[in-house]
């Protein structure tokens, strides 16, 4: 073949013979489907500022480095265009640290359109287009332009050349193809059966030794690499009410257990951050039946949830935000109060309440500030404005850094002041403490040999540990038509199934979790939890996500639904993610910073049914802290799909059941008992424990 042959074969993978009408819009979803708009390219475009942006991030890279990032970024395009987009792109590296090639960024809606209206030649394919979409939609995404979804740097594509890519390859996809996903870059489609998953996704897969915050930024202004947080990268996030609904279990339960109440009524819940998945909190504390006050210092954060309705009141004041805690303190009313202001000083403030007063004003407390990131705009230091910590993150670094340190080392001296009296403060598995004590501050525990443990527990180790260990965790769904009333309708049937369930008898220490679990999904039509694609989650175990699963299956195949239901999970869950600061902090036989259950769950899934999976570096505590993988399953009411459901979702919970029975975590080994008694073909190696604990320490006496 000579070069020009080699050229237009190339431009055929990359672009379809459609001829853009106006190639500058890309507004419609055969145009996004139809490639990267080579033809004639759409014009240069400037950030949009009305809409939020990620922080500028600070690579530093040297210029043999700057180099290679744009050398990495024009390999999308043919040469012909390179002297057109080059001195662009490397525009947009000096100015905000990255490449996102915002001229190719689309001007359609950014919505989870109904799954008929996608082109393409499988359902299943489409089916993850709608939930590509949607986690690009600005309504959920917290930065959009920049392709983030949530946590400040959870990436779905690391440019917009890869988003049409993707879009385009998966509307030519067939069923005997695989898509393969390396850190937001598409690789191609592979042949493979009806049997594998349409995409197999990998982020941040990096040689453990370089994977550290400071080679992270390098790789991912190089273009190689990607921080897919959880759901972001892999494509199943459902806004924000994922995380209201384990917000509000955690509320609920952190109130029975540091409390001894059922009932929140008057109870004051104070935390901080209101942008990405942290906007949840204010919902969960008026769900959950307390007064939330919630710190948030952007603006644009605060009154994008306060629009939504998921925060009910506002104030800049922090005379005001207590006075409006000792009214609804003295009224009993549920609600939610947003402060316009740094965490720090609402907790210094709260101090000295105490302080003159005698009075405590703060029940329960934690922090959803995105931690994992706190040098790049996840954390904001109490010194400075918003505007000011914007912009010294981005010219003074180090500076910044020394800012941080002691913003949180200030947060959590208030924090052990108002513990000391009596509030119940713990960690929400966002790096808070792991990161309070990397800056000096007041946090180890005594006596702690595993380097795991606090001064306060993580949420996981004190309240969900021993429910992820009985088999519940996140489960979810999408109703891929779009439709509300197919929502209300899978709402109805999970409904039905869970109390079928409880009445054909189950254990005793699963009983609240149904119970919960049902007062959820009923309330969840008041409370107006969707946001973006129509969507669903709630707490299961095997025996729930299997018996939903194939109820939703039978339905869309008895036309009681308009369209597939996408199954998933959050990746915070019982076999997903091994977190020794979350999800694994309870695991205590050395093996929590060990990652074998996250991959082998991915891999597991891959050939049990799964429609596609993701294993991800990173994710809730940070890069270089956290693997965890998820998958989506497009249930299409054929047989098929309904055996794939129980074979995956069987694996899919047992997995991290059985290791955790392995730990000795006694409820998992209940759990794990009864999921053989159920299943002949199930058998797990079980832990004989040490009776006598004195033989350890007689044996090493010799």
């Known amino acids: 073949?000579?070069?020009?042959?080699?050229?237009?074969?190339?431009?055929?993978?990359?672009?379809?013979?459609?001829?853009?009408?106006?190639?500058?819009?890309?507004?419609?979803?055969?145009?996004?489907?139809?490639?990267?708009?080579?033809?004639?390219?759409?014009?240069?475009?400037?950030?949009?500022?009305?809409?939020?942006?990620?922080?500028?991030?600070?690579?530093?890279?040297?210029?043999?480095?700057?180099?290679?990032?744009?050398?990495?970024?024009?390999?999308?395009?043919?040469?012909?265009?390179?002297?057109?987009?080059?001195p662009e792109f490397a525009q947009e590296l000096r100015d905000y640290g990255h490449i996102y090639m915002y001229r190719f960024r689309p001007q359609c809606e950014m919505r989870a359109y109904p799954i008929?209206?996608?082109?393409?030649?499988?359902?299943?394919?489409?089916?993850?287009?709608?939930?590509?979409?949607?986690?690009?939609?600005?309504?959920?995404?917290?930065?959009?332009?920049?392709?983030?979804?949530?946590?400040?740097?959870?990436?779905?594509?690391?440019?917009?050349?890869?988003?049409?890519?993707?879009?385009?390859?998966?509307?030519?996809?067939?069923?005997?193809?695989?898509?393969?996903?390396?850190s937001g870059h598409p690789a191609g489609l592979f042949p493979s059966h009806r049997g594998a998953p349409?995409?197999?996704?990998?982020?941040?897969m990096v040689v453990p030794n370089y994977s550290s915050r400071e080679e992270y930024e390098k790789m991912f202004a190089l273009g190689v690499t990607m921080y897919g947080q959880m759901t972001a990268g892999s494509y199943c996030y459902i806004g924000p009410q994922g995380i209201v609904h384990g917000t509000t279990i955690t509320v609920m339960n952190a109130g029975r257990k540091y409390l001894g109440l059922n009932d929140l009524t008057g109870k004051v819940f104070v935390t901080s951050g209101l942008g990405g998945m942290s906007g949840a909190q204010a919902k969960a504390a008026v769900v959950a039946g307390c007064i939330g006050v919630i710190a948030e210092v952007s603006e644009d954060a605060l009154m994008k949830r306060h629009k939504q309705g998921w925060l009910m009141e506002t104030t800049s004041s922090l005379d005001e935000c207590m006075n409006m805690i000792r009214r609804y303190k003295r009224e009993r009313k549920t609600t939610s109060i947003g402060y316009h202001g740094n965490a720090v000083d609402l907790w210094e403030r709260l101090v000295q309440e105490y302080d003159s007063t005698g009075e405590l004003l703060a029940d329960l407390g934690s922090d959803q500030t995105s931690c994992h990131n706190p040098y790049g705009g996840g954390y904001y230091p109490v010194q400075l404005t918003f505007a000011e910590a914007n912009e010294v993150m981005h010219s003074d670094p180090l500076r910044f850094k020394n800012l941080v340190q002691e913003s949180l080392r200030r947060q959590i001296t208030a924090i052990n002041k108002l513990s000391d009296r009596g509030m119940f403060f713990w960690d929400y598995g966002n790096a808070f403490l792991l990161e309070c004590k990397r800056a000096g501050a007041d946090v180890n525990k005594e006596g702690d040999t595993l380097g795991t443990r606090f001064r306060y527990p993580s949420y996981v180790q004190d309240i969900m540990g021993d429910i992820f260990s009985l088999g519940f965790g996140p489960f979810r769904w999408v109703c891929t038509s779009g439709s509300p009333n197919d929502l209300a309708t899978t709402d109805q049937i999970a409904t039905s199934v869970l109390e079928d369930i409880i009445?054909?008898?189950?254990?005793?220490?699963?009983?609240?979790?149904?119970?919960?679990?049902?007062?959820?999904?009923?309330?969840?039509?008041?409370?107006?939890?969707?946001?973006g694609s129509?969507?669903?989650?709630?707490?299961?175990?095997?025996?729930?996500?299997?018996?939903?699963?194939?109820?939703?299956?039978?339905?869309?195949?008895?036309?009681?639904?308009?369209?597939?239901?996408?199954i998933s999970r959050d990746h915070h869950d019982v076999s997903g993610t091994d977190s020794p600061f979350r999800e694994t902090s309870n695991i205590y036989d050395g093996s929590a910073f060990c990652a074998?259950?996250?991959?082998?769950?991915?891999?597991?899934?891959?050939?049990?049914?799964?429609?596609?999976?993701?294993?991800?570096?990173?994710?809730?505590?940070?890069?270089?802290?956290?693997?965890?993988?998820?998958?989506?399953?497009?249930?299409?009411?054929?047989?098929?799909?309904?055996?794939?459901?129980?074979?995956?979702?069987?694996?899919?919970?047992?997995?991290?059941?059985?290791?955790?029975?392995?730990?000795?975590?006694?409820?998992?080994?209940?759990?794990?008992?009864?999921?053989?008694d159920q299943n002949s073909k199930l058998k797990v190696t079980m832990p004989h424990a040490v009776q006598d604990d004195t033989l350890l320490e007689r044996a090493f006496r010799n």
Not at 52 to 57: E, F, G, K, N, T
Not at 198 to 204: A, W, Y
Not at 518 to 529: D, L, Q, T, V
């Open 1 to 86: 073949l000579t070069l020009p042959d080699v050229r237009e074969q190339w431009r055929k993978c990359y672009t379809t013979n459609n001829t853009f009408k106006d190639p500058s819009t890309m507004s419609s979803l055969k145009d996004v489907c139809s490639g990267l708009p080579l033809d004639q390219l759409p014009p240069q475009r400037e950030r949009d500022d009305s809409v939020p942006h990620a922080p500028v991030r600070t690579p530093n890279l040297t210029p043999e480095e700057e180099r290679l990032a744009l050398q990495n970024a024009l390999r999308y395009f043919p040469p012909e265009l390179h002297e057109v987009l080059a």
């Open 116 to 182: 008929d209206e996608y082109p393409s030649r499988t359902r299943q394919a489409a089916a993850i287009m709608h939930m590509i979409m949607n986690n690009l939609d600005h309504r959920v995404a917290q930065f959009p332009h920049e392709l983030v979804t949530y946590g400040g740097n959870g990436q779905v594509f690391g440019n917009w050349a890869q988003f049409l890519l993707t879009m385009h390859y998966l509307s030519e996809m067939t069923e005997d193809q695989t898509l393969v996903m390396y």
């Open 198 to 204: 349409r995409v197999v996704i990998t982020n941040g």
């Open 503 to 531: 009445n054909k008898g189950v254990p005793e220490s699963a009983k609240q979790q149904f119970q919960d679990n049902i007062r959820w999904i009923k309330e969840a039509g008041i409370h107006k939890m969707v946001v």
């Open 534 to 566: 129509q969507a669903r989650i709630l707490y299961a175990d095997r025996v729930g996500r299997i018996a939903i699963a194939t109820a939703f299956n039978q339905a869309v195949a008895d036309g009681k639904l308009q369209g597939p239901v996408v």
């Open 596 to 676: 074998d259950m996250a991959v082998q769950n991915f891999v597991g899934d891959s050939f049990r049914g799964a429609t596609w999976v993701a294993l991800h570096n990173g994710g809730g505590c940070g890069w270089g802290e956290v693997i965890n993988g998820g998958f989506g399953l497009v249930l299409d009411g054929s047989e098929d799909a309904g055996e794939r459901a129980k074979m995956m979702l069987q694996w899919d919970v047992s997995n991290g059941v059985a290791r955790r029975s392995w730990c000795g975590n006694e409820n998992a080994k209940e759990a794990i008992c009864r999921a053989m």
